[in-house]
């Protein structure tokens, strides 16, 4: 279990990096901030690249801030930090608690934001959060700035839409700031911080009587990529969500999924554990967003 | 492939070393400084033995190259004990408890649980279960490592 021989790059900005990136030819050379996800990989041989170049040392990819109604977290910024940051609580709840799911303490003091969003594991409770609420993320690279919907970064489990050129430099999350909204996010791993055997997001608004407004749903663990499911959205939006309506918008939800079978659960066992994660994500959206009046 | 002068402080003492890029930090301690007390593991992230604090933070360093923490603040197992070479509380209540059977996850559930009591010195039962749940004990004496947590705690509350 030891990675193959690669060189080793500190780099100091980003320009150092997109320098580094376009030079590449065909040598592959990859990001490392955190390297919670690629360390093991390379351990395993599953990666091999010929350089790594370290961003950590990279203050412009950290650090949490505010545009218009955006929450926009730099691409390096600590899975910790932003567990921790009680703007990030108050600006978009659902991110904090889906971080409460994000491996351990261990490792999340390493593990970075953007490190998970470039990485897509289709178990990542960063990408299904950004992709349930609609987000998108910045990238830089030889063609020059761009951004990208969460809709469009997530291709196939690990894989992204992202340039062998580009180093993703920050996640923009938006912010609902409408009365009686409310968040849910639940999980099923072996442990508690363990990959999601299946995971859930909601969110949601409600207006005075109840009457579900908006809703944005989200499972993750399920298919090869975090997964909108705006079918059920659509079929829930102008009701009140009782739980036998509930229940009826949400029975087709296991025939949405194409899960994968591996040795702690089975593809079956995927479809109808994201449903129940779901149902139970929309109640505890719901029950928030009554009490957020 | 490059090779690299690395140079840390670890507990207290500056130390340095040449490696390659591809040395695991977990390896550097070991192979390269002698600090056999952190124990690798499972070498992909998963059992938590190879915990250290790295900068006040506890991780796992398997998953960092030795490289990346050049210029770091290392804190190991070996630093956990007095000046005097007297048991740190926490030790001291793992032997009380006897929370170890076989060892092989003592060095980093003492990393964890001392990184825990750092920041919280009255920690619940549950924030504690948290706080080691990324580090198995095969040998499932999670119940004696709880309690000496919970020992440790109380001792060191007590000694303020």
Not at chain 1, 230 to 245: F, R
Not at chain 2, 21 to 40: C, E, I, N, P, S
């Amino acid at each position: 279990m030891k990675a193959a021989a690669f060189d080793y790059v500190r780099a100091a900005s980003i320009e150092e990096v997109c320098r580094l990136l376009a030079e590449a030819g065909d040598e592959e050379r990859k990001i490392i901030a955190g390297g919670q996800t690629l360390v093991p990989l390379m351990a395993m041989r599953m990666a091999r690249p010929a350089m790594l170049i370290d961003i950590n040392h990279i203050d412009a990819l950290k650090g949490i801030r505010r545009e218009g109604e955006s929450l926009v977290i730099g691409a390096c910024t600590r899975q910790a930090d932003v567990l921790a940051s009680a703007e990030v609580r108050a600006a978009v709840p659902l991110l904090s608690e889906a971080l409460s799911n994000v491996g351990h303490e261990q490792t999340r003091n390493r593990g970075t934001v953007g490190g998970s969003l470039a990485n897509a594991d289709p178990t990542a409770e960063i990408g299904l959060t950004t992709m349930t609420l609609g987000g998108e993320v910045s990238a830089i690279g030889a063609g020059g700035e761009r951004r990208i919907a969460a809709a469009e970064l997530f291709e196939g489990a690990m894989v992204t839409t992202l340039g062998a050129d580009e180093l993703l430099t920050a996640v923009h999350l938006p912010i609902w700031s409408a009365p009686r909204t409310g968040h849910g996010f639940h999980e099923v791993g072996i442990r508690h911080g363990d990959f999601a055997i299946a995971a859930a997001a909601v969110q949601l608004t409600l207006d005075a009587s109840g009457t579900c407004v908006r809703i944005h749903i989200g499972v993750g663990g399920a298919s090869p990529c975090p997964l909108r499911l705006t079918e059920i959205e659509g079929a829930l939006t102008g009701k009140a969500l009782d739980d036998a309506t509930v229940e009826a918008a949400t029975a087709a939800i296991p025939d949405l999924l194409d899960p994968q079978s591996d040795l702690h659960a089975g593809a079956e066992q995927r479809r109808r554990t994201a449903l129940a994660m779901v149902r139970r994500s929309i109640r505890t959206a719901r029950d928030r967003a009554a009490q957020n009046a | 492939m490059s090779d690299h002068d690395i140079s840390l402080t670890v507990n207290g003492r500056r130390m340095t070393g040449r490696a390659e890029a591809r040395t695991t930090l977990v390896d550097f301690l070991r192979d390269h400084l002698g600090l056999t007390g952190t124990h690798v593991g499972c070498e992909h992230g998963v059992c938590g033995a190879c915990s250290v604090i790295m900068d006040g933070r506890p991780i796992r360093s398997c998953l960092v190259y030795a490289v990346m923490a050049d210029g770091a603040e290392i804190r190991t197992v070996e630093g956990l004990e007095g000046a005097d070479g007297s048991l740190s509380p926490l030790q001291d209540a793992f032997w009380e408890t006897h929370a170890m059977q076989c060892g092989y996850c003592t060095p980093g559930m003492l990393i964890a649980a001392t990184a825990l009591l750092e920041r919280n010195p009255d920690p619940s039962e549950e924030e504690i279960r948290d706080a080691i749940g990324g580090n198995l004990c095969r040998c499932t004496g999670y119940v004696q490592i709880v309690e000496a947590v919970q020992i440790a705690a109380k001792s060191m509350r007590e000694a303020e």
